[in-house]
T-cell receptor
Framework: AQKVTQAQTEISVVEKEDVTLDCVYETRDTTYYLFWYKQPPSGELVFLIRRNSFDEQNEISGRYSWNFQKSTSSFNFTITASQVVDSAVYFCALSGTLTTDSWGKLQFGAGTQVVVTP | EPEVTQTPSHQVTQMGQEVILRCVPISNHLYFYWYRQILGQKVEFLVSFYNNEISEKSEIFDDQFSVERPDGSNFTLKIRSTKLEDSAMYFC?????????FGPGTRLTVT
């Protein structure tokens, strides 16, 4: 069984502050993918990033960065210098790879509401 | 940039009626999915579809639900006899690899 836990329900920051979103996952798969999606107030789900379980290198993409730690089953996401347009619900998600039963079935966390005020 | 489209954006129906939600996936994508999100809750997987058949389905996807790819572009979700608890946002997604791209959703309201 797969499970994704986002313990933070809401984070409020002032513009230009950094925001770090926590994600902890459980899976029996030995290989898997982790994702972050953004859901702005308009409701659509926007793909942000994907990380493979076999690559623990952390990366930065613009104002987004992520910290994948397999040893603690965590996949945290940071928005640097937040802007009002970053206000949204952010979902962490997990799926298995092609060789697993859970491939293609995204298991989402409950989401973290980020509120950025000017 | 290609995107997944869904129609209608909002559907209101009476309990017991059949509804069909429509999706046009990104044209070169091979895998198709439906998810739902009850208001204020997390997004839940319903079904995946590949090569004209269901690949996986969740416990939510019971006999009331069906999916179809009636032509080369559309992907539909049918709910035969809607219940109040079917009220939710329904998202279609498609992928060619591992990243699933979501449509804007159809808000289904069952009264």
């Amino acid at each position: 069984a797969q499970k994704v836990t986002q313990a933070q329900t809401e984070i409020s920051v002032v513009e230009k502050e950094d925001v770090t979103l926590d994600c902890v996952y459980e899976t029996r798969d030995t290989t898997y993918y982790l994702f972050w999606y953004k859901q702005p107030p308009s409701g659509e789900l926007v793909f942000l990033i994907r990380r493979n379980s076999f690559d623990e290198q952390n990366e930065i993409s613009g104002r987004y960065s992520w910290n994948f730690q397999k040893s603690t089953s965590s996949f945290n996401f940071t928005i640097t210098a937040s802007q009002v347009v970053d206000s949204a619900v952010y979902f962490c998600a997990l799926s298995g790879t092609l060789t697993t039963d859970s491939w293609g079935k995204l298991q989402f966390g409950a989401g973290t509401q980020v509120v950025v005020t000017p | 940039e290609p995107e997944v489209t869904q129609t209608p954006s909002h559907q209101v129906t009476q309990m017991g009626q059949e509804v069909i939600l429509r999706c046009v996936p990104i044209s070169n994508h091979l895998y198709f999915y439906w998810y739902r999100q009850i208001l204020g809750q997390k997004v839940e997987f319903l079904v995946s579809f590949y090569n004209n058949e269901i690949s996986e389905k969740s416990e939510i996807f019971d006999d009331q639900f069906s999916v179809e790819r009636p032509d080369g572009s559309n992907f539909t979700l049918k709910i035969r006899s809607t219940k109040l608890e079917d009220s939710a946002m329904y998202f279609c997604a498609s992928s060619v690899g591992f990243e699933q791209y979501f449509g804007p959703g159809t808000r289904l309201t069952v009264t």
